[in-house]
């Protein structure tokens, strides 16, 4: 029986016969057979997988660029209809009415600002309550509220700071009255104001 290397002797020798180059070209022919279970191998994945990625992608981007905006503006168009120039007059009304309350209600706050402040002798002016003006009456006041607190402990320091600086020093005192019934001349008396 000729070994391997007699046949390859044999080929290498007889490579201009007819007879060997038709053989030799069936043997190394490319069939649907050879090529599908070279695919199937590791290999034949590793090499593959890369060109199928990438025509799956081309695809991909063709549909997209087809298909996917007329896809889009259908639901779009599914989720939320066009309006009739009725619908669009009547969601312009009730916005309208919408702002026509709000400005009632901010102007309501802005008045019951305005009296609370007047009532509290604060200052009243109509562009400094705008900063107090809350949601509801609810919270404006509560606004208001720490304004006065604040504004009557500035007022408070204002007023101890220049009797401190004329050399006054100014207790609080009670603010009630001790004996209802003063005598006015004993007062005097005392302060020596009447002889």
Same mark, same amino acid.
């Given at each position: 029986?000729?070994? &391997? /290397? =007699?046949? $390859?002797?044999?080929?290498?020798?007889? !490579?201009?016969?007819?007879?060997?180059? %038709? *053989?030799?070209?069936?043997?190394?022919?490319?069939?649907?057979?050879?090529?599908?279970?070279?695919?199937?191998?590791?290999?034949?994945?590793?090499?593959?997988?890369?060109?199928?990625?990438?025509?799956?992608?081309?695809?991909?981007?063709?549909?997209?660029?087809?298909?996917?905006?007329?896809?889009?503006?259908?639901?779009?168009?599914?989720?939320?209809?066009?309006?009739?120039?009725?619908?669009?007059?009547?969601?312009?009304?009730?916005?309208? &009415? /919408? =702002?026509? $309350?709000?400005?009632?209600?901010?102007? !309501?706050?802005?008045?019951?600002?305005? %009296? *609370?402040?007047?009532?509290?002798?604060?200052?009243?002016?109509?562009?400094?309550?705008?900063?107090?003006?809350?949601?509801?009456?609810?919270?404006?006041?509560?606004?208001?509220?720490?304004?006065?607190?604040?504004?009557?402990?500035?007022?408070?320091?204002?007023?101890?700071?220049?009797?401190?600086?004329?050399?006054?020093?100014?207790?609080?005192?009670?603010?009630?009255?001790?004996?209802?019934?003063?005598?006015?001349?004993?007062?005097?008396?005392?302060?020596?104001?009447?002889?």
């Amino acid at each position: 029986m000729p070994t &391997l /290397e =007699d046949v $390859k002797q044999f080929l290498e020798e007889n !490579k201009e016969n007819e007879e060997v180059k %038709s *053989y030799l070209n069936e043997l190394s022919a490319v069939s649907a057979d050879k090529v599908n279970g070279f695919l199937d191998t590791d290999e034949g994945k590793r090499l593959i997988q890369p060109r199928l990625d990438s025509y799956f992608t081309k695809g991909l981007e063709t549909w997209k660029s087809n298909h996917l905006d007329g896809l889009v503006d259908s639901k779009v168009k599914e989720l939320y209809p066009e309006e009739t120039e009725e619908q669009k007059r009547i969601r312009k009304l009730e916005k309208e &009415l /919408e =702002d026509q $309350k709000k400005a009632s209600q901010h102007e !309501k706050l802005l008045n019951s600002a305005i %009296s *609370y402040a007047s009532g509290k002798s604060l200052p009243a002016d109509a562009e400094l309550m705008q900063f107090f003006i809350g949601e509801d009456e609810e919270s404006t006041m509560k606004n208001l509220g720490a304004f006065e607190e604040k504004y009557t402990a500035a007022l408070q320091a204002a007023i101890d700071g220049k009797f401190k600086e004329n050399g006054r020093d100014i207790d609080s005192g009670s603010s009630t009255p001790t004996n209802q019934n003063l005598d006015i001349g004993s007062l005097a008396a005392e302060a020596s104001i009447r002889k």
